[in-house]
């Protein structure tokens, strides 16, 4: 199973996907994740993105597109997986057909979460007082200039691509505004 998730920030990617990834047995690949590993590695990969991370800007598409190209070659992904926050604009998602035409593969499915912008703010504040609670370390762009910058960011370059999906078949689009495990339901459905 090859599947996207696309959808705003705090839209619940990454808590979905932590799910299936147990449900289908096949890996995660956040390039949130990877790009923030790297920052916290301080890989030149991690030098490069860190201030644009913290601003919630976009890193470059030649950076992301090298990352997933070369995490998808790894053996763990022989069986699917699901990317969390890859592709964003639509020359990511071209790129992505290319590599997956260059490796005979495909993709199964996207899924786009729908969220209203309110409850997104209202998720990454919870998110932030959660972190906080639990000892851990708040995220660098979990703060309300650099969330509102994510919106922006995800409206003008990461929303068409819904429309490009769209032409493909491959959309699903899931309520995202329901509790967690109802959310997971209606995304197996559309899987269906
Ligand atoms: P990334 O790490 O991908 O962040 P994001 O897309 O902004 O998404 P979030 O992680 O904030 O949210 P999410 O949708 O995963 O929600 P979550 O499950 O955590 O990217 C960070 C940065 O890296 C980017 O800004 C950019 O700089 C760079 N980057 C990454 N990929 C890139 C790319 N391809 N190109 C260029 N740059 C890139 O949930 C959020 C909260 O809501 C949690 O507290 C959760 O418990 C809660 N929640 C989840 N679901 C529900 C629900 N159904 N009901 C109630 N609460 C819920």
Redesign the pocket.
Known sequence: MKLIFL??????????AKILTERYNIPQL????M??AAVAAGTEVGKR?KS??DA??????AI?NQIVSERIDEPDCAKGFIL??????VG?AEVLQDILKEKHTKLDAVIE?VVDQNALID??K??VE?TIANGGKVRS??NPEAFAK?LV?YTEKTAPLSKFYSTTGLLRKVD?????KD?TKAIELALK
């Open positions: 959808g705003p920030p705090g839209a619940g990617k990454g808590t979905q956040s390039t949130g994740d790009l923030r993105a644009i991370m919630g800007g976009l890193v470059s598409d992301v969390d926050g890859y592709p964003r604009t990511q979460l998720r990454m919870k998110r959660e762009d979990d994510r960011e995202g505004m329901t509790p967690v959310v």
